[in-house]
């Protein structure tokens, strides 16, 4: 068996760890066509009993070549059909998605697959995206310690901030870091004095420098990504229109503004 197929088998048995604690969402292959085959005898009985006409309000099923597909019951025909998807075959389906989507982040593929399925939890998410090894490595990307860097080309102003922060705790003072924002092309620098390290705080003053100059399309930083993405989660709360994404580690990239 290789990783991937044992990557697999690993998922489905903790889907259906969590099925049998809460039955109400996930469900497996025999529930399925079971629910399907109900849902036929259903539609097909004239005097229904309440299971009968609760089946017939919640599920409709759609010809997909020779198979019937669970889908969730539609206004109308023209509106697109949510499909409901079982525990096997969950994994495939998230794959697909999670490749679409460039091994995007978990909002993405919740965005991405809630249109199209009706039972696919954010477990399931987590517990997928967790388990890729493409999404592990760009977290664990090592440092370019001791390597050779490739020097980063920027043509025009305001293209590529670079945001650091030098510590200045040993000397006493009201002010114990300076955060360091740089324009990569101009050298151009603006100092601000910060009380703390926090996110939140480093956040407000890049704000205030982007209002003044506008917002790069890619902010980096040597403080390590996690304190990148710290930072862009609150920056992402005072100015939800901003859109950025990890690039590479410590380096997000804004898109649309
Ligand atoms: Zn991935």
Request: hydrophobic residues 35%.
């Amino acid at each position: 068996m290789d990783s991937e197929a044992r990557r697999e088998q690993h998922f489905v048995e903790e889907l259906k760890k969590w099925h049998s604690k809460n039955k109400r969402v996930l469900i497996t292959r025999d529930e399925y066509f079971e629910t399907v085959n109900e849902l036929i005898t259903s539609q097909e009985t004239k005097v229904k009993n309440p299971r009968q006409y609760y089946l017939i309000k919640k599920y409709d099923l759609l010809n997909c070549g020779d198979t019937q597909k669970l889908i969730r019951k539609r206004k109308d025909e023209k509106s697109e059909p949510v499909y409901f998807v079982f525990i096997e075959e969950t994994f495939s389906i998230l794959k697909r998605a999670h490749i679409l989507t460039g091994h995007g982040g978990r909002d993405k593929m919740i965005k991405n697959l809630s249109e199209k399925y009706a039972n696919i939890t954010q477990e399931s998410i987590n517990l997928f995206k967790a388990g890729c090894i493409e999404c592990q490595k760009k977290k664990r990307r090592p440092t370019t310690k001791g390597t050779v860097v490739r020097p980063i080309l920027t043509k025009e102003f305001g293209t590529r901030g670079q945001v650091d922060l030098i510590d200045m705790q040993s000397i006493k003072g009201r002010f114990s870091w300076i955060m360091v924002y740089q324009d990569h092309l101009t050298k151009f620098i603006v100092l601000r004095r910060l009380t703390s390290k926090r996110a939140a705080e480093v956040a407000y003053q890049l704000l205030d420098i982007f209002l003044l100059f506008g917002a790069p399309q890619i902010l980096q930083s040597d403080n390590g990504s996690e304190f990148t993405a710290q930072v862009i989660e609150e920056l992402k709360v005072m100015w939800p229109q901003l859109l950025w994404s990890m690039e590479s580690p410590g380096t997000l990239k804004a898109r649309g503004q």
